[in-house]
Every structure is written in C-alpha cells, then in structure tokens.
C-alpha cells in the first residue's frame, strides 16, 4: 500500500496520514521524499508523531542539498539514504511525500 500526499498547506492530509499510521508497523516500513527542504523537514518532524518508521529515502535536485538534508536529519534521528531517481521512491517506500515547488 502506498499513499501520496500532496500538502502545499505544509500539514500532512489527514486521510493519507491516518492511513500510513495503520500500514507503517507492518512488513517494511520505508518513508520516501521528493524534496529536501524546510517542507519536507517539517512534513517529516509531523510523521513522527504518528508513527515509528524513521527509514527515509530521498531524491532531489541538488546533491548538495540532499548531503546536507541527510545530515541535518539524522541528527534528528531518522535514518535517511539518498536515491538516484523518484522511481526507486516508487518501488521501495511505502509512503511518497511530495515537497516540490513544481
């Protein structure tokens, strides 16, 4: 089962959210992310309190920016690996947050 979630009010959308909560314990439990900036910060630091999944992956444009939002999130306790392109999110996460300005 995967959700997407489109929130460009920066909250999670609540029917998608509640339905990671239920699917998040079971089998693998993998949060992708397309995006790396204070959106995608702050849709995760929301996650968090409604599940335990804390295994990230991510894509963005920037390989800067996605070392530095590896970094700056697993100080916060997630455990975050990059990926090469949005169809390894498609095939391996559970849940796909999307935090793009496009």
């Not at 995006?35 to 409604?50: D, N, S, W």
Request: charge should be positive; hydrophobic fraction near 40%.
């Amino acid at each position: 089962v995967a959700a997407r979630l489109l929130a460009p009010s920066g909250l999670l959308d609540g029917g998608a959210g509640g339905a990671f909560k239920k699917c998040g314990g079971v089998g693998r439990c993998i949060i992708g992310m397309v995006g790396t900036g204070i959106q995608a910060r702050f849709q995760l630091r929301y996650l968090a309190h409604i599940t335990y999944c804390r295994n990230v992956l991510v894509w963005g444009r920037s390989p800067t920016n996605v070392n530095q939002f590896i970094n700056d999130m697993e100080k916060e306790g997630w455990t975050v690996r990059a990926v090469d392109d949005p169809q390894t999110l498609l095939e391996e996460c559970v849940l796909i947050v999307t935090t793009t300005s496009a």
